[in-house]
Nanobody, 127 residues
Framework: QVQLVESGGGLVQAGGSLRLSCAAS????????MGWFRQAPGKEREFVAA????????YYPDSVNGRFTISRDNAKNTVYLQMNSLKPEDTAVYYC????????????????????WGQGTQVTVSS
């Protein structure tokens, strides 16, 4: 079983940037699509970004497309989320997750297809 640990969250003003990291241990990330999700207070968890196991494909919802960039370094067993032009509505706990099935790019925005989750890191964007 993989253990995922997120870091890099914090408080930032609107328009600012943050870079989140997700470090894995216990199992290599190299063969798995990785995703970032977020959950704001009182709301359901929502998809933010995904990157295929080989780094070739990425996928974002409209709400963050053009502002967020997901990347991975398989040699470091780490996934990143670069967040630019942050807005107050980006405030949430951000989670990284690993897809259940190796070498799959099927519905990367579907939460139920991920089975390993980190503990989350808080991102707060002030107006």
């Amino acid at each position: 079983q993989v253990q995922l640990v997120e870091s890099g969250g914090g408080l930032v003003q609107a328009g600012g940037s943050l870079r989140l990291s997700c470090a894995a241990s216990g199992r290599t990330l190299s063969y798995y699509t990785m995703g970032w999700f977020r959950q704001a207070p009182g709301k359901e968890r929502e998809f933010v970004a995904a990157v295929s196991w080989n780094g070739v494909y990425t996928y974002y919802p409209d709400s963050v497309n053009g502002r967020f960039t997901i990347s991975r370094d398989n040699a470091k067993n780490t996934v990143y989320l670069q967040m630019n032009s942050l807005k107050p509505e980006d405030t949430a706990v951000y989670y990284c997750a690993q897809m259940k099935r190796a070498s799959s790019w099927y519905r990367p925005g579907e939460e139920s297809l991920y089975d390993s989750w980190g503990q989350g890191t808080q991102v707060t964007v002030s107006s």
